[in-house]
């Protein structure tokens, strides 16, 4: 059973605007991930945000985490053709030994 | 640096036949872990390894075994290939668990089970 769920699972916007994604997930977690997947790639790590972090940036990614809600987002300001890709999240459980990954929001830059 | 690398790249086999994916990764990790991606159900993880010698299982471990002899190295075995077992394989390395754990993945490796 798959601890994230990212929404929406396609997402298509033109070059220059904002792209947000969302992940929910269902038990306590250690910390957050958002992964990037190119297609016939494997996946690349984008940013990390702990259980006790409301808000975290990396350039142009912007990424938010409430727990009461147990969830997630995930922003790319200034969208660029190069972002086209699918976004997984991955939740680290508390007491888990591995990290769970969602089934991503594939994600369409139009130029 | 290399970072993980997976070979094969691509692969067909027949039902039935065996074959073994290699995943090295020379940034001196402990843990390293196999997931399988599939259309519409994202990575699930097969077998993981906490560290030389070790392997557990993971979310789908039936059907491979694994085997981590040396740090560097995980071995993911297919002793009797299905056609259900056709997907794309990854296998990834971190430093350690917990608060900083950071997952490095390999390109992939495409099997194809007819």
């Known amino acids: 059973s798959q601890q994230g769920e990212e929404d929406p699972q396609a997402l298509s916007i033109q070059e220059g605007e904002n792209a947000t994604m969302n992940c929910s997930y269902k038990?306590?977690?250690?910390?957050l991930q958002w992964y990037r997947q190119n297609s016939g790639r494997g996946l690349v790590h984008l940013i990390l945000?702990?259980?006790?972090?409301r808000e975290k940036h990396s350039g142009r990614l912007r990424v938010t985490l409430d727990t009461s809600k147990k969830s997630s987002s995930l922003l790319i300001t200034a969208s660029r053709a190069a972002d086209t890709a699918s976004y997984f999240c991955a939740t680290d459980a508390k007491g888990a030994q591995k990290l769970v990954f969602g089934q991503g929001t594939r994600l369409t830059i139009n130029p | 640096n290399a970072g993980v690398t997976q070979t094969p790249k691509f692969r067909v086999l027949k039902t039935g036949q065996s074959m073994t994916l290699l995943c090295a990764q020379d940034?001196?990790?402990?843990?390293m872990y196999w997931y399988r991606q599939d259309p519409g159900m994202g990575l699930r993880l097969i077998h993981y390894?906490?560290?030389?010698?070790?392997?557990a299982k993971g979310e789908v471990p039936d059907g491979y075994n694994v085997s981590r002899l040396k740090k560097q190295n995980f071995l993911l075995g297919l002793e009797s290939a299905a056609p259900s077992q056709t997907s794309v394989y990854f296998c990834a390395s971190s430093s350690h668990r917990g608060d900083n754990e950071k997952l490095f993945f390999g390109s992939g490796t495409q099997l194809s089970v007819l």
């Open positions: 038990t306590s977690i250690n910390n």
């Open positions: 940034m001196n990790h402990e843990y």
């Open positions: 390894s906490v560290g030389e010698g070790t392997t």
């Open positions: 945000i702990r259980s006790n972090e």
